[in-house]
């Protein structure tokens, strides 16, 4: 996960309210206390990758979370790699995911694109969102594809 393009404390606070917890029930989750938690969900406090990994964990950080805040970054990766109109589907655009979820992604591609150019979008936008991301390439010709489309919503 890109830490460095998150709002940290806002991602906490929106995981740790998605999941009904108080801040004294996420610090005791995750082996902290409470003062932690608001310091960090305040912005006083930059923790450590590894105490916010922790934190994160404890919260039960859903995909569909960071994709809210780094939506525009992904595009930006997509089209970076020779995609565009990128659409999510699945547990995540359904809002049924959870911290062991992954992010469908569909997408239109450049008719230049390979499997390489495809396969390193894919890794990168594992690294900036910090989940498993698998990518579908829109097909017009494809059912399978038509029914994903339709669930599709846009990033």
């Keep these: 996960m890109n830490l460095d393009r998150l709002p940290l404390g806002a991602v906490l606070r929106r995981a740790r309210e998605d999941v009904a917890m108080s801040q004294t ?5 995750a082996g902290l206390r409470q003062p932690n938690i608001a310091a960090i969900e305040a912005g006083s406090r ?10 994160l964990r404890a919260a039960r950080l859903r995909p569909s979370i960071v994709l809210e805040y ?3 970054d992904v595009r930006q990766l997509a089209a970076d790699h020779g995609l565009s109109d990128v659409r999510v589907f699945g547990s995540a655009a359904r809002g049924s995911d959870d911290e062991r979820s992954d992010i469908d992604l569909l997408a239109a591609a450049d008719p230049s694109i390979d499997f390489l150019r495809l396969a ?9 969102l910090g989940f498993p991301v698998d ?7 494809d059912d399978v594809v038509a029914a994903i489309r339709r669930e599709a919503v846009p990033l």
């Design 70 to 72: 780094l939506a525009d």
């Design 25 to 29: 029930a996420l610090a005791a989750a």
């Design 46 to 55: 930059r923790p450590s990758p590894e105490l916010l990994e922790r934190v």
């Design 135 to 141: 990518v579908v390439i829109d097909s017009p010709d």
């Design 120 to 128: 390193a979008f894919r890794g990168r936008a594992e690294e900036l």
